[in-house]
């Protein structure tokens, strides 16, 4: 006999999930009994993590979607109400930033950040929502920020910008929506390395008070703690995940 997971027949749309974070969140959510809805604007990307879901036999379908676009969002979430009939969960974890000085930042790049980061977590929210209310039951929705909604590096204003929005986008939708039964809540990902882990320097992991850089199944487990139906007491707040980074005073040498 399978042993039922916290989230068995849960059905969970997660964005930006045809690679890193996104797809590592598709297989946890499929491993723990959720069918996933996985969603990206790389098709050949999305591919991919549905062949990885095939083979491991877990439950999930494929949407090609652009968040930064509304009539994509609009479509997106009438597709899922005709196919499904229900959402349980929203994982917004779409995202992508422009590393270039503020003196030179075209606004049209500006708003690609913000409109895909931040307007397209709303826009995915708000269509989520009105799906957990449908029928009373409520559901539950994570916004994937960052520790860059803390603290910045230069030349990552419309990152920084979009990212802090999400903090507070989170809260307010979480008191918004809480009559509702919808707990709303933000993960902010630290380094977290989506590439060839093998290849990290010594260095790297040490500058880490956990001692190592974060992995993609970091950020699942504490997605896995927010949106369990158990857990239903914590909304309008965030989890940093970072190995301790935010909390490490550093001083030239």
């Given at each position: 006999?399978?042993?039922?997971?916290?989230?068995?027949?849960?059905?969970?749309?997660?964005?930006?999930?045809?690679?890193?974070?996104?797809?590592?969140?598709?297989?946890?959510?499929?491993?723990?009994?959720?069918l996933?809805?996985?969603?990206?604007?790389?098709?050949?990307?999305?591919?991919?993590?549905?062949?990885?879901?095939?083979?491991?036999?877990?439950?999930?379908?494929?949407?090609?979607?652009?968040?930064?676009?509304?009539?994509?969002?609009s479509?997106?979430?009438?597709?899922?109400?005709?196919?499904f009939?229900?959402?349980?969960?929203?994982?917004?974890?779409?995202?992508?930033?422009?590393?270039?000085?503020?003196?030179?930042?075209?606004?049209?790049?500006?708003?690609?950040?913000?409109h895909?980061?931040?307007?397209?977590?709303?826009?995915?929210?708000?269509?989520?929502?009105?799906?957990?209310?449908?029928?009373?039951?409520g559901?539950?929705?994570v916004?994937?920020?960052?520790?860059?909604?803390?603290?910045?590096?230069?030349?990552?204003?419309?990152?920084?910008?979009?990212?802090?929005?999400?903090?507070?986008?989170?809260?307010?939708?979480?008191?918004?929506?809480?009559?509702?039964?919808?707990?709303?809540?933000?993960?902010?990902?630290?380094?977290?390395?989506?590439?060839?882990?093998g290849?990290?320097?010594?260095?790297?992991?040490?500058?880490?008070?956990?001692?190592?850089?974060?992995?993609?199944?970091?950020?699942?487990?504490?997605?896995?703690?927010?949106?369990?139906?158990?857990?239903?007491?914590?909304?309008?707040?965030?989890?940093?995940?970072?190995?301790?980074?935010?909390?490490?005073?550093?001083?030239?040498?």
């Amino acid at each position: 006999m399978t042993e039922q997971g916290t989230h068995d027949g849960k059905i969970v749309l997660i964005t930006g999930a045809g690679a890193g974070i996104g797809r590592e969140l598709a297989l946890a959510y499929g491993r723990d009994g959720a069918l996933s809805l996985i969603a990206d604007r790389n098709e050949a990307g999305l591919e991919e993590t549905a062949a990885l879901l095939e083979r491991e036999e877990l439950d999930s379908a494929s949407f090609v979607v652009d968040i930064s676009k509304p009539e994509e969002v609009s479509r997106l979430f009438a597709d899922i109400e005709v196919m499904f009939g229900r959402l349980d969960i929203v994982i917004n974890n779409a995202g992508f930033g422009i590393w270039k000085s503020p003196y030179d930042l075209e606004i049209e790049e500006w708003d690609h950040v913000v409109h895909t980061n931040l307007r397209g977590t709303f826009l995915c929210s708000r269509e989520g929502a009105k799906l957990m209310r449908k029928d009373g039951i409520g559901g539950s929705i994570v916004n994937i920020s960052s520790t860059r909604a803390h603290m910045s590096e230069p030349y990552s204003e419309a990152y920084a910008a979009s990212k802090g929005g999400i903090l507070s986008l989170t809260h307010a939708l979480a008191a918004s929506l809480g009559p509702d039964g919808i707990t709303v809540n933000a993960i902010c990902p630290g380094w977290i390395e989506t590439g060839d882990y093998g290849a990290l320097r010594t260095d790297d992991h040490a500058q880490h008070p956990a001692g190592r850089v974060g992995k993609p199944q970091d950020i699942a487990k504490a997605c896995l703690y927010l949106t369990d139906p158990q857990n239903d007491f914590v909304t309008g707040t965030h989890i940093t995940v970072d190995g301790g980074m935010t909390r490490k005073m550093i001083y030239a040498e």
